[in-house]
T-cell receptor, first 112, second 117 residues
Framework: GENVEQHPSTLSVQEGDSAVIKCTYSDSASNYFPWYKQELGKGPQLIIDIRSNVGEKKDQRIAVTLNKTAKHFSLHITETQPEDSAVYFCAADQTGANNLFFGTGTRLTVIP | GAVVSQHPSWVICKSGTSVKIECRSLDFQATTMFWYRQFPKQSLMLMATSNEGSKATYEQGVEKDKFLINHASLTLSTLTVTSAHPEDSSFYIC?????????????FGPGTRLTVT
């Protein structure tokens, strides 16, 4: 089955700096890679996703890159703000398989 | 669009009792719904996948007789924790995928915190 690893487990950055979270996956058949933000006591919220037919996707301050050869993908948050503080999860899935495999999460703290 | 609700948001019950948690897709039809469990500071663990009108598929190690899942309509799935024990205390989260969409994005509910005393 799929194994998704995520690093780092905790990350603290100064407000305005960039944050990068990295994930690796094991199953080459995976082709859908979403990122979720989870605030305390709430369910995960999809913030961006990428499919295997593209290498990069950007949405305002958030971007995701994918390297299928190396089986890793990364989340980049620029100009971080205190409200970006949360736990971020990466995941991998095979479109049509309906089976999301989650990473272990990264607790991001943005220091004002 | 794509809003998923859960009820209740939190519940406290006594050991030995049963608790039912509802998951609803509010503005779309969901052929498939998922139930996850999350322990403090840990990742989400898939418990089961339910398809409307059929029996749920449980992940290895999840007791189907303890965690009863019913997906009776395209907008509602329920998880019943039977004869709950303190070790069942956890954060339970459901998600749903839109009927007819091929991208299989999962939309998550806000979660239900269960505490068994």
């Amino acid at each position: 089955g799929e194994n998704v690893e995520q690093h780092p487990s905790t990350l603290s950055v100064q407000e305005g700096d960039s944050a990068v979270i990295k994930c690796t996956y094991s199953d080459s058949a995976s082709n859908y890679f979403p990122w979720y933000k989870q605030e305390l006591g709430k369910g995960p919220q999809l913030i961006i996703d990428i499919r295997s037919n593209v290498g990069e996707k950007k949405d305002q301050r958030i971007a995701v890159t994918l390297n299928k050869t190396a089986k890793h993908f990364s989340l980049h948050i620029t100009e971080t703000q205190p409200e970006d503080s949360a736990v971020y999860f990466c995941a991998a899935d095979q479109t049509g398989a309906n089976n999301l495999f989650f990473g272990t999460g990264t607790r991001l703290t943005v220091i004002p | 669009g794509a809003v998923v609700s859960q009820h209740p948001s939190w519940v406290i019950c006594k050991s030995g009792t049963s608790v039912k948690i509802e998951c609803r897709s509010l503005d779309f039809q969901a052929t498939t719904m998922f139930w996850y469990r999350q322990f403090p500071k840990q990742s989400l663990m898939l418990m089961a996948t339910s398809n409307e009108g059929s029996k749920a598929t449980y992940e290895q190690g999840v007791e189907k007789d303890k965690f009863l899942i019913n997906h009776a309509s395209l907008t509602l799935s329920t998880l019943t924790v039977t004869s709950a024990h303190p070790e069942d205390s956890s954060f339970y989260i459901c998600s749903a995928t839109r009927t007819g969409r091929k991208d299989y994005e999962q939309y998550f509910g806000p979660g239900t915190r269960l505490t068994v005393t």
